[in-house]
């Protein structure tokens, strides 16, 4: 038994140094170290399949040797993250990454109030999924958002029903297109829109082939996988159009601007954006260490070629802009929230 | 050989290495399979793919098969999808077999693994293809018919039974409603920490493990051995192979059940095993022995479980879409190599699908031989006297509670209040398998009732008119209640003629 408890013990220490040392292409400069053995990296999603993990883990990864510490990222969902961050230490032991969602959220109110942005200190922006858009079945009649609005508007006995997440960044994608329907064809076409309210990306899936939606919010990194020629009808997906203010490089997919989507005079457009998110009162001297540390991370290469497997795209927006940048983004969104409909009235 | 051409050397010693880190994750109460995955997750990112496969699948097989220790010895269902084993696995301990009831576990859970293997590698895309015909009305009308269980395993009471089953499901619902954002339920003071409801192992830990050990500390406890029992109590309790001889039936339904329950993304283990424990006592011989220490209940539910890993593989490789939380996890671990999990995985990544089928077959082999053959080491648990094993266990249960959601205290009072729950259940004469049941498949149920109404505009005749398959469940779930009813009015009688 002795022998047992010492080979596993051996094993798993030989497994834990293998795997940091075959990553120890280090940064030998030691300037953005800080004065932490642990920074626990809380995200605002509870999973670990998706683009907050996904982008978390990889700017984490690269931050522990340019900032000589670990870095541990927890996928405990929105509301604990919020609840951590809200009683974290001000040593920057605990911050929390997340995207659009973490202001939507509150605006939408899924959220409190008291996380709003002003609260918390913003952190650098890091990265883009640039890939978000909405799906439908392979044999829809229209081949992009702007047509299934025409479609609708050919075929008035026809409704649309799109699957959304309440208060996140599919919800305001679908007020963009709801608001857009509404204005160029009028109320005959949008009171025909409905939504389907669902949660995750695989009950979205679903709704779409089980006929309970007509069109999906998804994105590249999750759906693209179902628009190859090769995947069989019955669950075969395409993209109606990505919200992204370009083209996503490798996809035939055209942007929801490109195809004269509009709300308050203006192209319709949106960019999800991950970012930092600190105790207010953080410590300034680590705020700015990782500000640095982030900016030479986004810089290297193989960061960039990690992000790009799975179609993120690196867009470092600094600290010191941060905050105004999302506040700005922030005031935009809502000039569309005012307008939108309310979920409950439109919802199956 | 094509096994060593597909797998490194390395990666067969990361799979005997996670079904053992696995095991010891199943087997202490709080800790899961899907917890130990996700702590091994960013390790992969520095190993090569088909390493990493190695080292998840036996975490995966490990800590499914690791809860049969607990619920066997402890009647601490170590995980969710090991609650029916605790029916009939610690009667059996009782009865002085144990190490025959853990035998007879990790042979059915090595029998249904291989069983669920062969259909996730001749029928995977075809399966997945049928997976996705299960609207969320079939959904809804499976977990029906998991939860007609509850009928059949109420002891005494049908009524008191229903009651608890309906109990749990209510305390299930406690928290967010997630299509609006809405709390509901929630005593006010408790909005922060209720926000998702009450987590589930510390309520199955509570319930079972604090509860029982408030009852025996109000008995007393002497320094006598924990459970006064002698594991080689006479020739019955030698475990023979010979047990499997008639259960050949029971061993392929409930594999193919744990299986085809796998295979449905949401529906999970639970229901997996519950389904397989209700249908073995539908089709026993002796149903009145079940819950009484009858290997017939213990192979249901570990063959079923066990089933359950190769199906909850199937819609993940073959559509991209996770089975259970557990593979859900796996799909963070392609990810990170940037390799897109849909429906040309298999195709497209032939040496990772085979790869991945051999780490399944090494793994459970693996699991099987680390379990049978020191588990009479295992099984002395029964001798340390309660006073030193009862602390241990809490300290287990609060370890696990806590870590559980990463470090959530509130956890750990979530333990400690349903330990107080099932100490004031069992003497007030509510069921806790019953409410168990209840609260796991809870939330699911209304989800998938809320979703078909949804699809359907509120429609309630959608239930009866959605196809064949429908129909077929609605017979099952009557067939289901009948025959509990039955039963548990002959179980009446037949305790009615004993008394006199």
């Not at chain 2, 059915?108 to 299960?134: C, E, K, N, Q």
Request: aromatic share 10%.
């Amino acid at each position: 038994m002795k022998k047992i408890v010492i080979t596993t013990f051996i094993l798993v220490t030989a497994l834990l140094l293998s795997a940091c040392g075959s990553e120890s292409n280090a940064s030998q400069d030691d300037g953005n170290n800080v004065d932490l053995s642990r920074v626990r990296v809380v995200i605002g999603s509870s999973s670990t399949g998706g683009d907050t993990y996904q982008n978390a883990e990889a700017v984490s990864r690269y931050l522990e040797d340019e900032m000589g510490t670990n870095m541990k990222v927890d996928a405990i969902g929105a509301v604990k993250a919020f609840d951590e961050l809200s009683s974290a230490k001000d040593d920057g032991s605990t911050v929390m990454f997340f995207h659009d969602m973490a202001y939507l959220g509150v605006e939408y109110g899924a959220f409190k109030e008291e996380n709003k942005l002003e609260n918390w200190t913003i952190g650098p922006v890091v990265a883009i999924n640039p890939g978000n858009g909405f799906l439908t079945s392979g044999e829809a009649p229209y081949d992009t958002l702007a047509e299934s609005a025409e479609w609708l508007n050919e075929n008035p006995e026809e409704t649309i029903t799109v699957a959304i997440q309440a208060g996140g960044v599919s919800e305001v994608i679908f007020d963009g297109y709801y608001l857009w329907a509404k204005e160029e064809f009028g109320t005959g076409v949008s009171d025909r829109i409905n939504v389907y309210v669902t949660g995750s990306q695989e009950d979205k899936n679903q709704a779409l082939w089980d006929g309970n939606a007509d069109i999906i919010h998804g994105s590249i990194g999750a759906n693209a996988e179902y628009t190859k020629d090769e995947v069989e009808d019955k669950i075969k997906m395409k993209f109606l159009g990505l919200t992204a203010s370009e083209r996503v490089e490798g996809y035939d997919i055209p942007t929801m601007a490109e195809q004269g989507i509009m709300v308050n005079g203006k192209e319709f457009t949106f960019d999800k954006e991950f970012y930092f998110l600190m105790p207010k009162n953080v410590d300034k001297e680590f705020a700015d260490k990782l500000d640095q540390a982030v900016q030479e991370v986004v810089g290297m290469e193989k960061y960039q070629e990690d992000l790009q497997k799975n179609s993120y795209i690196t867009n470092y927006i600094p600290a010191s802009e941060s905050t105004e940048y999302l506040l700005e983004k922030r005031k935009e969104v809502n000039k569309i929230i005012e307008k939108a409909p309310d979920l409950d009235e439109i919802a199956q | 050989m094509e096994l060593i051409g597909v797998l490194s050397p390395m990666s067969i010693l990361l799979c005997f290495l996670g079904v053992l880190i696995g095991i010891i994750f199943g087997s202490i109460p709080g800790m899961t399979a899907t917890m130990a995955i996700a702590i091994f997750l960013p390790i992969t990112y520095a190993l090569d793919m088909i390493d990493s496969i190695g080292l998840l699948i036996g975490l995966y097989v490990g800590g499914i098969s690791g809860g049969l220790v607990p619920a066997i010895l402890l009647n601490i269902p170590g995980t969710p999808s090991s609650l029916c084993t605790t029916f009939d696995g610690y009667p059996m301990t009782q009865n002085g077999q144990g190490e025959k009831a853990l035998k007879v576990g990790i042979t059915a859970s090595l029998i249904g693994g291989l069983l669920s293997l062969t259909i996730l590698y001749f029928f995977a895309p075809l399966l997945a293809s049928v997976a996705i015909d299960f609207s969320s009305v079939e959904k809804f009308l499976i977990i029906i018919f998991a939860l007609t269980i509850i009928a059949s395993i109420s002891k005494g009471s049908l009524l008191v039974g229903i009651f608890s089953g309906i109990l749990g499901v209510f305390v299930s619902l406690i928290g967010t409603f997630a299509d609006n954002n809405e709390m509901r339920l929630i005593p006010p003071g408790l909005e922060e920490q209720l926000v998702y409801g009450f987590s589930l192992l510390p309520v199955l830990i509570g319930l079972f493990a604090i509860g029982q050990m408030l009852i025996e500390a109000e008995e007393g406890m002497k320094p006598a051995t924990h459970q006064n029992i002698d594991l080689n109590k006479g020739e019955k309790s030698r475990f023979k192979f010979r047990v499997f001889k008639n259960q050949m039936v029971n061993l392929f339904r409930s594999s193919v059940l744990g299986t085809f329950i796998g295979i449905l993304p949401g529906v999970g283990g639970s229901a997996a095993s519950i389904t397989a424990y209700s249908q073995a006592k539908s089709f026993s011989k002796k149903p009145s022995n079940f819950g009484k220490g009858e290997p017939e209940g213990l192979i249901a539910s570990e063959s079923a479980n066990n089933g359950l890993t190769g199906g909850a593989l199937i819609p993940l490789l073959s559509l991209g879409i996770p089975g259970d939380s557990t593979t859900a996890i796996l799909i963070g671990a392609f990810l990170l190599q940037g390799i897109e999990v849909g429906p040309l995985f298999i195709p497209t990544n032939p040496d990772l699908w085979s790869g991945i089928v051999y780490a399944l077959i090494i793994a459970n082999i693996v699991m099987f031989a680390m379990m049978f053959f020191s588990i009479r080491y295992f099984a002395k648990i029964v001798y340390i006297p309660k006073y030193i094993i009862f602390p241990i266990i809490i300290v287990m249960c609060t370890v696990g509670s806590y870590a559980i959601n990463n470090g959530v205290m509130f956890d750990v009072w979530t333990l400690l209040l349903f330990g107080l729950a099932g100490y004031i259940f069992m003497k007030i004469g509510i069921q806790i398998p019953p409410f168990l049941i209840g609260f796991i498949l809870g939330a699911q149920c209304e989800k998938y009732f809320i979703d078909s109404l949804k699809g359907n505009g509120g429609d309630l005749t959608v239930f009866f008119t959605n196809g064949p398959v429908a129909l077929v469940l609605w017979i099952l779930i009557i067939g289901a209640f009948v025959y509990a009813i039955l039963d548990n009015r002959s179980a009446k009688r037949n305790d009615a003629r004993d008394a006199s």
